[in-house]
């Protein structure tokens, strides 16, 4: 497992040096994201799509991909006049949604914010509560499992250090203004 990194940057050197085109065929994301300059995403034998690792990151173009390609939790949304709301909030409507359409929104684990106790006076952001549920320690980071009041889930990614205890409630804030949303496993643009 050492030795992955070192030959997955060897080859790319030899690749650049070579300059030759080359198709790899892989399952494992961290080898795609770090070897590929663009990135084919089939489900099966079907092209989802092809971009580079960013593009295919931030703005997946289906359900599929954004599930695939690292990690994404998926909440319920309905169109509300103004906004899209959620269990963790309201978010920017897009202007192709029509009033009271139900929608997913995605929600990566680096965008979710935790605070202990109530919200920040000066905050004008919309916090949702939550109840810790798990924990794993990744070595600088910790993933926090949190359910939310409604019964829905997202995870968190901390650091290795903060106080994050089980059976803890938090408030729950999302940076992300505008998420990227799907509605029938599409994503609206």
């Avoid at 070579?18 to 995403?41: G, K, Y």
């Amino acid at each position: 497992a050492d030795l992955q990194p070192k030959m997955r940057a060897e080859l790319k050197l030899i690749l650049k040096r070579l300059n030759c085109t080359t198709v790899f065929v892989t399952h494992d994301q961290e080898e795609a994201f770090e070897l590929a300059e663009r990135i084919a995403v089939l489900n099966v034998g079907r092209l989802e799509q092809l971009d580079s690792p960013e593009v295919l990151y931030s703005e997946p173009a289906t359900r599929f991909v954004a599930d695939f390609i690292g990690h994404a939790d998926f909440l319920i949304g309905r169109v509300r006049e103004n906004c899209i709301e959620t269990a963790i909030g309201c978010f920017e409507k897009l202007a192709t949604l029509s009033q009271g359409a139900l929608v997913h929104v995605m929600i990566r684990p680096e965008e979710v914010e935790l605070f202990e106790g109530s919200e920040p006076a000066n905050s004008r952001a919309v916090f949702s509560e939550g109840l810790i549920v798990s924990r794993r320690y990744r070595g600088g980071v910790q993933v926090i499992t949190v359910r939310l009041s409604s019964g829905e889930v997202v995870h968190s990614l901390q650091p290795a250090g903060a106080h994050c205890p089980l059976a803890a409630r938090v408030r729950v804030r999302v940076k992300a203004k505008t998420p990227v949303i799907f509605r029938d496993g599409a994503r609206v643009a």
